[in-house]
């Protein structure tokens, strides 16, 4: 909370990363939370059932965790015309999905009556699943996410892809770094073909960057998140 809050304002959504392994938490995401605080944000630092999980735990969690934000404790204090979505690496998918939930069809995980984000800020995200499978990026991690791979299971890809759900609901930005050896820029890149609208801002640095608020990614996440 920003200090000093007592009327509506706007939110960010923060998603974490770490493969959507369970030896990852929200924790990755308190110095950015902190941070964006500082800055006048109220923050909703969300986490979610891991891949060890049966499908579709994972996307289930992650949007009940996101509608928790406007029935909850603070939610008087929640603007719902100012709401973005931002996460870290597989977070980025996460946030990416959350933003798309209206293109999904009745009956898929996270379908249903929602707030719509105003915009979406996803940093160095797992942007591409079918791709990254491909890749075998985080050792099998989209695998265990989904259960399987996309000519397995083509529908389960059809409603976590972000690439399958694009082009991007919502004005989206994703914010990625040039070193980046743990998720490639080709999966934002890919990611920004199936969606021409969206904006790909490169900078410097590793994949962890993007968790350092004096970083030059984080202040291009602060950037793209003044159109709140």
Same mark, same amino acid.
């Given at each position: 909370?920003?200090?000093?809050?007592?009327? +509506?304002?706007?939110?960010?959504?923060?998603? $974490?990363?770490?493969?959507?392994?369970?030896? /990852?938490?929200?924790?990755? *995401?308190?110095?950015?939370?902190?941070?964006?605080?500082?800055?006048? %944000?109220?923050?909703?630092?969300?986490?979610?059932?891991?891949?060890? *999980?049966?499908? +579709?735990?994972?996307?289930? &969690?992650?949007?009940?965790?996101?509608?928790? @934000? %406007?029935?909850?404790? /603070?939610?008087?204090?929640?603007?719902?015309?100012?709401?973005?979505?931002?996460?870290?690496?597989?977070?980025?998918?996460?946030?990416?999905?959350?933003?798309?939930?209206?293109?999904?069809? +009745?009956?898929?995980?996270?379908?249903? #009556?929602?707030?719509?984000?105003?915009?979406?800020?996803?940093?160095?995200?797992?942007?591409?699943?079918?791709?990254? /499978?491909?890749?075998?990026?985080?050792?099998?991690?989209?695998?265990?996410?989904?259960?399987?791979?996309? #000519?397995?299971?083509?529908?389960?890809?059809?409603?976590? &892809?972000?690439?399958?759900?694009?082009?991007?609901?919502? +004005?989206? =930005?994703?914010?990625?770094? =040039? *070193?980046?050896?743990?998720?490639?820029?080709?999966? #934002? *890149?890919?990611?920004?073909? @199936?969606?021409?609208?969206?904006?790909?801002?490169?900078?410097?640095?590793? $994949? %962890?960057?993007?968790?350092?608020? #004096?970083?030059?990614?984080?202040?291009?996440?602060?950037? @793209?998140?003044?159109?709140?």
């Amino acid at each position: 909370m920003p200090a000093g809050r007592t009327t +509506p304002g706007p939110l960010v959504v923060l998603v $974490h990363g770490g493969y959507w392994r369970d030896s /990852y938490d929200l924790t990755l *995401e308190d110095d950015l939370a902190d941070d964006l605080a500082g800055h006048g %944000f109220l923050v909703w630092n969300i986490d979610y059932a891991p891949s060890v *999980e049966a499908w +579709p735990a994972t996307l289930q &969690d992650a949007a009940a965790a996101y509608d928790f @934000a %406007f029935h909850g404790r /603070y939610a008087a204090l929640v603007d719902r015309t100012r709401v973005a979505v931002a996460g870290h690496s597989a977070g980025g998918q996460l946030a990416l999905w959350l933003a798309s939930r209206s293109r999904l069809p +009745p009956g898929a995980p996270g379908a249903g #009556s929602h707030v719509v984000p105003k915009l979406a800020v996803p940093q160095a995200p797992v942007a591409s699943l079918a791709q990254a /499978y491909a890749l075998g990026l985080g050792g099998g991690a989209v695998g265990a996410l989904v259960g399987g791979g996309p #000519s397995d299971l083509p529908d389960r890809y059809a409603v976590a &892809d972000p690439v399958a759900l694009a082009p991007a609901v919502v +004005p989206t =930005t994703i914010v990625h770094s =040039t *070193e980046d050896d743990v998720v490639p820029l080709s999966q #934002s *890149e890919d990611y920004v073909r @199936a969606s021409p609208g969206t904006v790909l801002v490169t900078v410097p640095g590793d $994949h %962890f960057t993007h968790l350092d608020p #004096s970083s030059e990614a984080c202040e291009a996440l602060r950037r @793209a998140l003044t159109a709140l």
